[in-house]
């Protein structure tokens, strides 16, 4: 069974640029859900997709957002980068909203 | 607020010595807890839930609720199990969706 999938592995970007971030689940899992994991802030809760629906957000400002497809594969955006958003972005995914989360490998955001 | 603390940043133990990795939540509610590891260069995942009470390789850990911890043990350490170890708690009183994540543990097992 193939795990979850994130794209692209690296990305630069510029202050001020937006970045978008990719994540397929594990086939049969309808829940998506993004993570930062920011040097020495540890894992931070972004977002939870769920069928289609954000189901609950983390404390990010709204220039962190996204979207789930119908094939339940997600997107992440971050518009108006700002140099502290240099993290790597975990997604996860999960049979059920209240199941237990695999992660993906993360996208490695720099941003200079 | 809810909160997962593991209190040890780094662990270091002698291969077959005992380990214990600390985790204490704050909740009202009744969390659900999990242990991930993160190997070198992989990517993190489950380790076990508290729900399931199973032990995986060789690692348990019990859910106290009178002294809210959940730590980590295994009788004898041995040098595969040097990686990252974070508790997590993925509910108190309602379904978030959130994972809340300690700042997590390295355990380094010496030869």
């Known amino acids: 069974e193939a795990g979850v999938t994130q794209s692209p592995t690296h990305l630069i970007k510029t202050r001020g640029q937006q970045a978008t971030l990719r994540c397929s689940p594990i086939s049969g899992h309808t829940s998506v859900y993004w993570y930062q994991q920011a040097l020495g802030l540890g894992l931070q809760f972004l977002l939870w997709y769920d069928e289609g629906e954000e189901r609950n957000r983390g404390n990010f400002p709204p220039r962190f957002s996204g979207r789930q497809f119908p094939n339940y594969s997600s997107e992440l955006n971050v518009n108006a980068l700002e140099l502290e958003d240099s993290a790597l972005y975990l997604c996860a995914s999960s049979l059920r909203g209240d199941d237990e989360q695999f992660f993906g490998p993360g996208t490695r955001l720099t941003v200079l | 607020a809810q909160r997962v603390t593991q209190p040890e940043k780094l662990l270091s133990v002698f291969k077959g010595a005992p380990v214990e990795l600390k985790c204490n939540y704050s909740y009202s509610g009744s969390p659900e807890l999990f242990w991930y590891v993160q190997y070198s260069r992989q990517r993190l995942q489950l380790l076990l839930r508290?729900?399931s009470r199973e032990s995986i390789k060789g690692f348990t850990a019990d859910l106290n609720k009178g002294e809210t911890s959940f730590h980590l043990k295994k009788p004898f350490a041995q040098e595969e199990d040097s990686a990252m170890y974070y508790c997590a708690s993925l509910r108190g009183s309602s379904n978030t969706g959130k994972l809340i994540f300690g700042q997590g543990t390295t355990l380094q097992v010496k030869p």
């Open positions: 508290h729900i």
